[in-house]
Structures are given as C-alpha cells and as structure tokens.
C-alpha cells in the first residue's frame, strides 16, 4: 500500500508543477535574453572566439575536474557559474564537496534510525542541494555588489574619455581606482586585452561570465558606438543615468514587496520548524510519517500546497524591469 500511494503522491505533484509551468505565462527575462541575444548575432566573431577559450580552458581541466564532469550533469554551466562567484572553484572540487556532503548527510540521517528510503532521498537531496544554494549565493552577491558599482565606474570612463584618453587605458584605469568585483573584472579586461584580444572579445567574455542586463547593455552601446560613431562619452553618461535609475526601482520593488516576502517566510517555515521541534522531543512520535501511509500522503498533499502557494505568491511579487 505505500509505494501505490507514494507513486500517486508524486504523480500529483509532477502535474501540478507541470500545469503551473504551462500556465504562467511567458518569462521576461527570457525574452529580455533573446532580444539581448539578438543584437549580438551581428558579431560572430565574439562567439568563435568564446568557443575557442572555452576549448582552451577544457584543456587545463585535471583528472578530477574531467572525472566528475562526466557524473555532474551540464558541465559547462556548472563551470560557469563557478566563475562567476569570483573565487579559484573546479568542477573537481565542487563534485568532491557534494559527494562528501551526501555521504556524510546519509551516514548521520541513518545513524538517526530513520527509513532507507527517507534517508537516500534526504541525503541526496541535501547533499547535492547545500552546495548549489551556496553557489547561487554567492554569485547572487557578487553581481550585487557589481550591479551597485557599475554606474560609478563608467563614469569614471566618462571622465577618462572626456580628458582624452582612449577607452582602453581608461578601462585600466577603471580597474586600479574601482575596488570589488568591479575593479576585478575591467583588470581582467584590461588584461586580456594586452595579451591580443580584442575589446569586443573582452567584454562579451565578461559579459557571459557574470550574466547581468546592465553590463550587456555596456557592451551593446560599445559595439553599437565602434559602428556608427558618436559621442561615446555623452552616450555612456546616458547609460549610466538609466542604469542608476533601474537599480532605484528595484530597490523601492524591493521594499514594497518585503511585506510579502516575510510572510511568504515566516508561514513556508512553520510546519517544518514545529516538525523539527516535535522530532527532538519525541521522534518515536514523529517516525509514523514515515510509516503510516496516510500519514504520508496528507504529508506530501500539504507539501504540495505548500509549493502551489509559494510559486503563486512569487509570481505576483516578481516585477521584470
């Protein structure tokens, strides 16, 4: 009677994911993606040269990087947003990292005395899930700090160009005045571009490693500038007006939807804090959710509801600028 009522349990939530899916609606920053995908089609060159360094760096690789790039699905975007955390991180070493942490989560969750199956699901999950919220931290903090910065650092560009200076120096420049994650990434601008690569190379290869709308909107109003002419300087101070003005909307987003987002928290959390509470004073009591079946089925029911209102409460406090 359990597995029946288990493969009917996820069923249901499999198809509730599916019609929310299908119901809501087109994405934004898709379509934000494909229009920024669509100007940049007009400069091949920029992607023969990306897939020519992204050969380059797979030959780097090391046996473990290769090892667990064959178990870790997309390998490729996994490396990727490694890089984009800013920090030294392998394939190797992230699949190393999740590996230890599956089996050290089912090696205790076991010694708790708790089901085989509850435990392999839990310790997967776990596992494999911690490393990857680490990572989306991270990387979610580091294009902050960028996103805040970027308006400062062009105009100081502004003013480089203003007094004379070509736009490639004044980007080194950029690098050695701008501290944090923006300063870092014009000196591997500047960089690469000392060693022979071109600025539009340069600057998509930043722009697909940190995977923000504002420095693509940068490298568009450069290419765009290198083939009609104009006032860089004058266009770039435009850029930087908009691009401060974008960061103020979101914040006063931000704030009216915070409200919303602490409810959101405070009731998501509830039931499993007061079933985490429950189990260290009686988990004798508690175990019966992993054992009677209709324990187990209102279990997976609420959860599923659960996940039904959290993905509508998101959807109506998520605005695409």
């Given at each position: 009677m359990f597995f029946p009522v288990?493969?009917?349990?996820?069923?249901?939530?499999?198809?509730?994911?599916?019609?929310?899916?299908?119901?809501?609606?087109?994405?934004?920053?898709?379509?934000?993606?494909?229009?920024?995908?669509?100007?940049?089609?007009?400069?091949?060159?920029?992607?023969?040269?990306?897939?020519?360094?992204?050969?380059?760096?797979?030959?780097?690789?090391?046996?473990?990087?290769?090892?667990?790039?064959?178990?870790?699905?997309?390998?490729?975007?996994?490396?990727?947003?490694?890089?984009?955390?800013?920090?030294?991180?392998?394939?190797?070493?992230?699949?190393?990292?999740?590996?230890?942490?599956?089996?050290?989560?089912?090696?205790?969750?076991?010694?708790?005395?708790?089901?085989?199956f509850i435990v392999l699901l839990l310790g997967v999950t776990l596992g494999c899930g911690l490393p990857h919220f680490v990572v989306s931290r991270l990387i979610a903090r580091r294009v902050g700090k960028f996103t805040v910065r970027f308006p400062d650092a062009i105009d100081l560009l502004v003013r480089g160009?203003?007094?004379?200076?070509?736009?490639?120096?004044?980007?080194?420049?950029?690098?050695?005045?701008?501290?944090?994650?923006?300063?870092?990434?014009?000196?591997?601008?500047?960089?690469?571009?000392?060693?022979?690569?071109?600025?539009?190379?340069?600057?998509?290869?930043?722009?697909?490693?940190?995977?923000?709308?504002?420095?693509?909107?940068?490298?568009?109003?450069?290419?765009?500038?290198?083939?009609?002419?104009?006032?860089?300087?004058?266009?770039?101070?435009n850029l930087a007006d908009v691009l401060r003005k974008r960061g103020q909307m979101k914040l006063k987003i931000r704030a009216m939807s915070s409200e919303s987002k602490a409810s959101a928290y405070i009731i998501g959390s509830l039931p499993f804090i007061v079933f985490g509470l429950i189990w260290f004073i009686n988990d004798k009591y508690m175990q019966n959710f992993f054992v009677d079946e209709r324990l187990i089925a209102t279990g997976m029911g609420g959860m599923v509801w659960m996940g039904i209102g959290g993905f509508i409460m998101a959807k109506m406090i998520s605005f695409e600028i």
């Amino acid at each position: 009677m359990f597995f029946p009522v288990l493969l009917m349990a996820i069923s249901a939530a499999m198809l509730v994911v599916v019609a929310a899916i299908a119901l809501s609606g087109p994405s934004a920053s898709r379509s934000q993606a494909r229009r920024i995908a669509g100007l940049r089609d007009r400069h091949a060159h920029v992607e023969v040269a990306e897939s020519q360094s992204r050969g380059i760096a797979h030959a780097r690789d090391t046996r473990m990087d290769l090892a667990f790039g064959r178990i870790l699905p997309n390998r490729e975007l996994l490396a990727k947003r490694l890089a984009m955390t800013g920090r030294d991180w392998t394939v190797g070493q992230y699949g190393q990292a999740t590996a230890g942490l599956v089996l050290a989560f089912t090696l205790l969750l076991w010694l708790k005395g708790l089901p085989i199956f509850i435990v392999l699901l839990l310790g997967v999950t776990l596992g494999c899930g911690l490393p990857h919220f680490v990572v989306s931290r991270l990387i979610a903090r580091r294009v902050g700090k960028f996103t805040v910065r970027f308006p400062d650092a062009i105009d100081l560009l502004v003013r480089g160009l203003r007094s004379g200076l070509p736009i490639s120096e004044t980007m080194g420049v950029v690098g050695h005045e701008v501290e944090g994650p923006v300063g870092e990434e014009f000196r591997s601008i500047s960089d690469k571009m000392k060693i022979g690569r071109t600025m539009d190379v340069a600057l998509q290869e930043t722009a697909d490693r940190l995977g923000t709308a504002e420095f693509q909107f940068f490298v568009i109003t450069i290419a765009i500038q290198r083939e009609t002419g104009g006032n860089l300087a004058e266009t770039l101070s435009n850029l930087a007006d908009v691009l401060r003005k974008r960061g103020q909307m979101k914040l006063k987003i931000r704030a009216m939807s915070s409200e919303s987002k602490a409810s959101a928290y405070i009731i998501g959390s509830l039931p499993f804090i007061v079933f985490g509470l429950i189990w260290f004073i009686n988990d004798k009591y508690m175990q019966n959710f992993f054992v009677d079946e209709r324990l187990i089925a209102t279990g997976m029911g609420g959860m599923v509801w659960m996940g039904i209102g959290g993905f509508i409460m998101a959807k109506m406090i998520s605005f695409e600028i």
